[in-house]
């Protein structure tokens, strides 16, 4: 069935490091692919997306590229700050339901 | 800007009281979405709607119902809190069944 994985965390880089975050998925069709952001104690925001093969959503010096071969939508950043510490969500829209599959998340701890 | 708004941030009942989360969205959006969102587990859908009066059960309903009398407001009613209800409570809009979800900042809810 339908489904996301994420690379399990925490994750824990320093300063400046870059950042990588696997997200594969199982899904019929090709469905449009997001990233979600979680701060503390918020809700969940929009980070980027991509809705067809090859592209590349980008946002906040955040990308992830749409890989059709590979069923996957890798989070990359090339220098990660404090502030981007935060849990992130891979999820991908089920057909034509409106509905979101979402990962488990991976929260991302970035130290000074 | 899509403003997606809950009732309350923070909120306290007791076992057996019947719970309202209200949740309203500014843009006219025809999908709204009740999670919850619990450690180890991720999010989970509990109800959407498509529409107004229209509601359709997610992965976990049980214990839940919920209410959409008009277009930009989507109520989750806990008939009789239990403490294994105690989550964080997320809301979501979306435009149509294509695009992505706007999230609201979540209740969190405590039932003692």
């Known amino acids: 069935g339908n489904s996301v994985t994420q690379m399990e965390g925490p994750v824990t880089l320093s300063e400046e490091a870059f950042l990588t975050i696997n997200c594969t998925y199982t899904?019929?069709?090709?469905?449009?692919l997001f990233w979600y952001v979680q701060y503390p104690g918020e809700g969940l925001q929009l980070l980027l997306k991509?809705?067809?093969?090859?592209d590349k959503g980008s946002n906040k010096g955040f990308e992830a590229t749409y890989r059709k071969e590979t069923t996957s939508f890798h989070l990359e950043k090339g220098s990660v700050q404090v502030s981007d510490s935060a849990v992130y969500f891979c999820?991908?829209?089920?057909?034509?339901?409106?509905?979101?599959?979402f990962g488990q998340g991976t929260t991302l701890q970035v130290k000074p | 800007d899509v403003k997606v708004t809950q009732s309350s941030r923070y909120l306290v009942k007791r076992t057996g009281e019947k719970v309202f989360l209200e949740c309203v969205q500014d843009?006219?959006?025809?999908?709204m979405f009740w999670y919850r969102q619990d450690p180890g587990l991720g999010l989970r859908l509990i109800y959407f709607?498509?529409?107004?009066?229209?509601?359709e059960k997610g992965d976990i309903p049980e214990g839940y119902s919920v209410s959409r009398e008009k277009k930009e407001r989507f109520s989750l009613i806990l008939e009789s809190a239990s403490t294994n209800q105690t989550s964080m409570y997320l809301c979501?809009?979306?435009?149509?069944?294509?695009?992505?979800?706007?999230f609201g900042p979540g209740t969190r809810l405590t039932v003692l």
């Open positions: 991509a809705t067809k093969a090859d």
């Open positions: 999820a991908f829209g089920s057909g034509n339901t409106g509905k979101l599959i």
């Open positions: 709607s498509y529409d107004v009066k229209m509601k």
């Open positions: 979501a809009s979306s435009l149509d069944r294509v695009h992505e979800q706007f």
């Open positions: 843009m006219d959006h025809e999908n």
């Open positions: 899904a019929t069709g090709y469905p449009s």
